[in-house]
């Protein structure tokens, strides 16, 4: 593991039940990484100890979404600052070490509280004069913009994102209520076009030559999602075991199996769920 000489650590915050999703995620975190980008490396699981290549393994404990998160950032992560990964986001594009570091840099000396680095629509963003590797480090405008909270790749600073935790979110109730907490709290968020993620185009005004990243959300409710088939193809050049992985990443798409081997729950839509209860009341 590299040496840590920076404040700032990258966290892979996963769930046990997910537990499917971290072969691929080291995988092409391994090939596409640069583990010389001088941080701590967490990859976070509830109770299941695991072995991820370069990482150390923290455990948070079950419960929900944002209990887990606020355990790890104050009981288990010393560093300040928090570059934030999900298991389901799979590189398939080299990083460049020396935007990170800059990155860094310059996200503790100007004190920044949250730089995302994922290309998305729902953002509205001006540019600014500061530029990094010829990407701008633009401004988001909070009034315009949605999912000022989001859980895509993010920089933060620590005691920040701790504060836009509440007891008992989970993931998509975190980012609805976050960012109406965010929205007029002062606190600028910043944007860097670096990650394509899942292929989006920049947002802002960059100089030529900016080299992007690239990563895809490979999940969605549980379920494998379109993207996992680009990963799984590659796959099935490797090994026999990462053959026999790709084989099954692509028999639970195709099945829409969940990742812990299941069929998709089937939704039952509010008429139904009462038809359901007033049956079971003329039978009790």
């Excluded at 080299?94 to 000396?109: G, N, P, R």
């Excluded at 100089?207 to 690239?214: C, G, Q, V, W």
């Excluded at 969940?258 to 069929?263: I, L, Q």
Aim: proline content about 3%; charged content about 25%.
């Amino acid at each position: 593991m590299p040496h840590c000489i920076t404040k700032v650590a990258l966290i892979v915050h996963a769930c046990d039940r997910y537990e499917f999703l971290y072969k691929g995620f080291e995988h092409f975190f391994s090939k596409y990484w640069d583990f010389g980008i001088e941080c701590k490396y967490y990859f976070a699981t509830e109770n299941l100890a695991v072995n991820i290549a370069g990482f150390h393994n923290i455990q948070s404990g079950k419960g929900p979404w944002s209990d887990r998160l606020a355990i790890l950032l104050t009981q288990k992560v010393e560093e300040d600052y928090v570059l934030y990964f999900q298991e389901d986001m799979w590189l398939d594009k080299k990083v460049d070490k020396e935007f990170f570091d800059k990155l860094f840099e310059q996200t503790v000396a100007n004190h920044w509280k949250q730089v995302k680095l994922h290309s998305a629509k729902i953002y509205t963003t001006t540019p600014t004069g500061h530029y990094i590797k010829n990407f701008n480090v633009a401004r988001v405008d909070k009034d315009v913009s949605d999912y000022l909270m989001s859980h895509q790749i993010t920089l933060w600073d620590k005691a920040y994102l701790i504060k836009q935790l509440r007891k008992n979110e989970h993931p998509w109730r975190n980012e609805r209520r976050a960012t109406k907490r965010m929205r007029y709290n002062g606190t600028p968020v910043f944007h860097i076009d670096y990650f394509a993620e899942n292929g989006a185009t920049e947002i802002n005004r960059n100089k030529p030559f900016a080299e992007r990243s690239r990563y895809f959300s490979v999940s969605i409710n549980g379920t494998l999602n379109a993207y996992v088939e680009r990963f799984a193809f590659e796959l099935m050049e490797g090994n026999l075991a990462y053959r026999t992985y790709a084989k099954k990443l692509l028999h639970h798409y195709h099945n829409q199996l969940t990742h812990d081997g299941n069929p998709k729950p089937r939704k039952i839509d509010f008429v139904k769920k009462i038809k359901i209860w007033l049956s079971r009341q003329r039978i009790s």
